[in-house]
Nanobody
C-alpha cells in the first residue's frame, strides 16, 4: 500500500512563511520523482515544484525565488519551504510521487490547505 501524507499547511499572512512536509510509505523513495501541486478553488491543479531522485529541481515561474523543494531519502520525506507568501499562493497543496522506472506508477496525497491572508 502506497501512502503520501502531507502536513504543515495553515493560515499565514502576506510575506510570511510555511514549510510543508510529505511523508511517503510503500514506495522505493530513492527512485521516485517527487512533486508538489496546488489547486485553488475554480482552477486547474498546477505543478508548483518537483525534485528528481538525482536532486534536480524545477519550479513554476510564479514561485521561483520564493519556494524551495527538498527531499530527505533517509526519512522518505519531501518538503516545500514557502517564503514571501502571497494571497495567490492560497490553495490546497498536494504531494505527488512518480516512479523513475515506470511513470505509470503515480500517487497522490490527500492535500493540505494553505491560506494566505492579505
Amino acid at each position: 500500500q502506497v501512502q503520501l501524507v502531507e502536513s504543515g499547511g495553515g493560515l499565514v499572512q502576506t510575506g510570511g512563511s510555511l514549510r510543508l512536509s510529505c511523508a511517503a510509505s510503500g514506495i522505493i523513495f530513492g527512485i521516485t520523482k517527487m512533486a508538489w501541486y496546488r489547486q485553488a478553488p475554480g482552477k486547474q491543479r498546477e505543478l508548483v515544484a518537483s525534485i528528481t531522485s538525482r536532486y534536480d529541481t524545477n519550479y513554476a515561474d510564479s514561485v521561483k525565488g520564493r519556494f524551495t523543494i527538498s527531499r530527505d531519502n533517509a526519512k522518505n520525506t519531501v518538503y516545500l519551504q514557502m517564503n514571501s507568501m502571497k494571497p495567490e499562493d492560497t490553495a490546497v497543496y498536494y504531494c505527488n510521487a512518480r516512479s523513475a522506472l515506470n511513470s505509470d506508477y503515480t500517487y497522490w496525497g490527500r492535500g493540505t490547505q494553505v491560506t494566505v491572508s492579505s
